[in-house]
């Protein structure tokens, strides 16, 4: 009798610390209209069938059957159906996490047809789940959304940062830009927690983290 065993590396083990905040199911039937529009998390869509396009902060690009839409949080957008092949898909929201594409972007448009089959059956999967709510629901979806995240991130050229992290470091970076421009004006660590929404210490320990020096100092 032979035997395989593989241990797993323990020192290799990571955590998504996201939150799977909903599943819904789509098919555009010409019923209600397409408004373009943004959300606090970010979104995952897989398209089951049908072809259209994506209106991604002005720019419209084709998808169609087996494509993956990943976009980024308060990144504007909404999706719109050829007339002829409604489409049909499932989306994901889920809180958490920034997704970091090449070249800056804020969204992905992933071909998913080589591994079709995994994909069809994690988001079918999270539907059913969501949908007849049986005993520990929330634990298998969340367990099958971080699966299906790592599925992604090897099929396809991207990372990703948890929110929190990446939400300082960007206002951090709009409040440089704001004491490069309005140097001559008076600043102070109120006047930029105001304008950052975050609060005054915890700015402070951020902007150092990013850059340094205090904001003060920088000034």
Known sequence: MGILRYPLDNGQNHTIEARLLYVTYSKYENDWPSIPHAHHFAELCYIKSGRGNYLIENKSYPVGKDNFIIINSNVTHTEKSAGDSPLEYIILGVEGLNF???????????????????????????????????????????????????????????????????????????????????????????????????????LVHAFTRNFGCSPISYL
């Not at 089959?117 to 959304?145: G, T, V, W």
């Open 100 to 202: 970091s594409f090449e070249g800056e972007r804020e969204h992905i448009i992933i071909d998913c047809r080589k591994d079709h089959e995994a994909f069809l059956f994690f988001m079918d999967s999270l539907l059913k789940e969501m949908e007849e709510k049986r005993p520990d629901y929330e634990l298998i979806c969340q367990n099958l959304m971080e699966v299906m995240i790592v599925k992604l991130l090897r099929y396809a050229s991207f990372s990703f940062e948890q929110e929190a992290a990446v939400k300082s470091s960007r206002e951090c970076i709009k409040l440089k830009q704001y004491i490069d421009t309005c140097y001559n004006q008076e600043i102070t660590l109120d006047t930029l927690a105001q304008i950052s929404h975050l609060n005054k210490y915890y």
